[in-house]
């Protein structure tokens, strides 16, 4: 038999580490006010109806807002807003956060960030609480998604560009 790692706390995230992620930031507006954070644990569902999942921790700074206002939307990264990530990625306060990147709506008034490769506004139509987290489940109600740029992967604790090199380029 192999010998297996304990299943701690470090060896879970430090095995998680290694699947790559796109990166997104998650963000919210309504009666609550606008928030947001960063996100990799984001999946897609079903496409009938089109849904996604995004796992929030009930400590973040923006929980409370988002579940009170029942929106959110999922900017998926390009990789040139790295920067984006990690302003939204904790402890920066939540007006200076949203001064990084030009911001617009579309349906549910949630802030959609331009240049994104994908904008998938949505509304919260069901939450599951699993341990520290809620999973959110996300029926998306409008969608952008600009093709030309390359995304932001998140993997080994590091960001990379997911350009893919074309023949002209090898
Ligand atoms: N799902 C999440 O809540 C999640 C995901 C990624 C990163 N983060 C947070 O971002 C920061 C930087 O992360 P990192 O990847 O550089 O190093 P890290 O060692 O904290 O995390 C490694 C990996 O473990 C997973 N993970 C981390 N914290 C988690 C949590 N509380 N619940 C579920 N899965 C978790 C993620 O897949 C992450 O990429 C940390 O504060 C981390 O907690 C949280
Ligand atoms: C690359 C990366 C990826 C993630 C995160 C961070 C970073 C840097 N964070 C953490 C989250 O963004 C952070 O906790 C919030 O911004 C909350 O921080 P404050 O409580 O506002 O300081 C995060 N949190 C979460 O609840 N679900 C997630 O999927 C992720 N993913």
Redesign the pocket.
């Known amino acids: 038999m192999i010998e297996n790692l304990p299943v701690t706390i470090a060896t ?3 095995a ?2 290694r ?1 790559g ?1 796109a990166v997104h930031v998650v963000t919210s507006a309504g009666t609550a006010g606008a928030t947001g954070f960063t ?3 984001v999946c897609s569902v079903t496409d009938t109806p089109p849904t996604l999942l995004v ?1 929030l ?1 009930r400590n973040a700074s923006a929980y409370a807002a988002v579940v009170e206002n029942g929106v959110l939307c999922v900017n998926t990264l390009a990789s040139t807003q790295q920067a984006l990530s990690q302003a939204f ?2 402890k920066t306060l939540m007006a200076e956060r949203f001064a990084h990147g030009q911001w617009t709506t579309l349906q549910t008034g949630a802030p959609v960030l331009h240049g994104a490769i994908a904008n998938f506004d949505c509304r919260i139509v069901n939450v599951l609480q699993i341990g ?2 809620d999973v959110l489940i996300c029926e998306a109600v409008a969608i952008l998604s600009e093709t030309e740029s390359p995304g932001l992967l ?1 993997v080994d ?1 590091n960001y990379h560009s997911l350009h893919t090199p074309n023949a002209g380029d090898r």
């Open positions: 879970f995230r430090d998680m580490a699947l992620a996100a990799t644990a796992c921790n990625g904790g520290t987290h998140y604790r």
